[in-house]
């Protein structure tokens, strides 16, 4: 059977859909793809003169040694992410959870708040690693998080920040509240209670027909694959796995080997 028919007749039984997402979802939105050096380097040509990768510059060190080469990387991302607009995909997510009356849930290793931007309830959505539109204490001095509203300037020659935000309680540097490499003070609460309210919703849709779609979810930074993976283990739950590159599934699911967008327009154009 086609891959694609496939997926629409999973799509279809389905009563319970669980998306799960990675970085290569953004990709049809215009976001950069960090895959690799160079594809890190394609978007940040800046960072390739100073030997530096995406591991290197998403580091919570920076903020502690030098705030504004640390607030050089995530303001520029803070503010592409602000001005991306979702693709399309998300649109026809949302309409067949709607015209197929599924309960579902969000799961994703990204920080852009496209979910959200999208029209997904944010109850309903589950960021992994925190969300760069919420901000902290380094230290922490507490464990308050709070919208991060800052417009930072930045010096695109240096790609340093220009202004720094601070600390609403104690003063000091604030830092995004994302889950970086070799973090030492990262604040996991909001993505716990994220997690929580996950957990109530697979014990309550348990023994249904479960769905997870998964989306542009890479092997470099694997907690995504693992989740669907575990997820699908269990009796009666699918696996539809979309991945241009890194499609191999585990037996008995599906892979699909192309980009989110189109693989969701061509299982979209079967289902109507």
């Known amino acids: 059977m086609d891959v694609y028919k496939h997926g629409a007749e999973i799509i279809k039984q389905s009563e319970v859909l669980v998306i799960t997402a990675g970085a290569g979802i ?32 998403a580091n919570p060190v920076h903020f502690k040694k030098d705030p504004a080469f640390g607030w050089g990387f995530y303001g520029h991302r803070l503010e592409l992410y602000r001005k991306t607009q979702p693709h399309k995909g998300f649109n026809i997510l949302l309409k067949w959870i709607e015209d197929l009356s599924l309960d579902f849930f969000v799961v994703t290793s990204k920080v852009d ?40 300037e930045i010096d695109y020659n240096t790609m340093r920040a220009k202004n720094i935000p601070r600390c609403i309680h104690c003063g000091t540097i604030a830092r995004p509240n994302i889950l970086m490499f070799g973090d030492f003070s990262w604040i996991s609460s909001r993505s716990d209670a ?9 014990e309550k849709n348990r023994g249904k027909k479960m769905t997870v779609l998964e989306i542009g979810a890479g092997t470099a930074v694997p907690s995504i694959r693992y989740l669907g993976e575990r997820l699908a283990s269990g009796s009666g739950v699918n696996l539809i796995r979309i991945n241009p590159r890194e499609y191999q599934v585990p037996s008995g699911h599906l892979s699909i080997p192309d980009t989110g967008l189109k693989a969701l327009e061509k299982i979209d154009s079967l289902l109507r």
């Open 113 to 152: 708040g496209q979910f959200q931007k999208a029209g997904f309830p944010d109850e309903k959505v589950y960021e992994i690693h925190g969300s760069i539109h919420y901000l902290q204490c380094l230290t922490p001095c507490c464990g308050d998080i709070w919208e991060n509203k800052e417009k930072i």
């Open 26 to 57: 953004g990709v049809d939105s215009g976001l950069p793809d960090f895959r690799g050096e160079r594809g890190f380097w394609k978007a940040y040509p800046m960072y390739e003169k100073l030997g530096l990768n995406f591991y290197d510059c």
């Open 194 to 202: 994220q997690s929580d309210r996950f957990n109530i919703f697979l």
